[in-house]
């Protein structure tokens, strides 16, 4: 029996409210991906520049990555991806405004079990990956947000002391 390949090509852009410098600190960090991408349940160094990933989105299928550093310098930060994808993952991070902008894009191939279902369920998984991204979105926003000006609390005022 042949065995079973699918390509996936993802392209998606975004803005941060961070200097280049800060979003690029944040994606070369891999070990720490987990503290702001839910998606990302586990990372462990493999040496300098490689790591492995464990990724789940929203379908019960934890992908087992093993990523190792192209580059990790501005203006693009990309790592090649081998284990259940292989291929290449790039974000080329630019000023704009008062923050940044990633260009995300990712290019793999998926075999195995993800390659067979992909030959039925390509709408179900990159729907899946879109989720995936969304996380990674909003988790890095909330990551690189501006912290709130110093001596002033975030959330309700407290309550005046009783008579």
């Not at 600190?25 to 720490?32: P, T």
């Not at 934890?62 to 190792?68: E, N, P």
């Not at 998926?110 to 990159?126: E, H, I, M, Q, Y």
Request: aromatic share 6%.
């Amino acid at each position: 029996m042949a065995r079973v390949r699918a390509a996936y090509s993802f392209r998606d852009s975004w803005t941060v409210d961070a200097a280049p410098a800060r979003v690029r600190d944040l994606v070369v960090d891999l070990e720490r991906y987990p503290r702001w991408w839910p998606q990302v349940v586990a990372v462990a160094s493999l040496g300098p520049d490689d790591a492995w990933v464990l990724c789940r989105s929203a379908l019960p299928y934890t992908l087992d990555l093993v990523l190792h550093a192209v580059t990790r310098e501005l203006p693009v930060l990309e790592v090649r991806v081998a284990g259940d994808l292989t291929g290449t993952v790039r974000f080329t991070v630019a000023a704009a405004g008062s923050g940044s902008r990633l260009d995300f894009a990712q290019r793999v191939e998926v075999g195995g079990a993800l390659g067979l279902a992909s030959t039925l369920g390509r709408p179900l998984l990159s729907w899946n990956h879109r989720r995936m991204m969304r996380g990674c979105r909003d988790g890095m926003r909330a990551a690189l947000a501006p912290a709130p000006p110093s001596g002033r609390q975030s959330g309700p005022a407290p309550a005046p002391p009783a008579p």
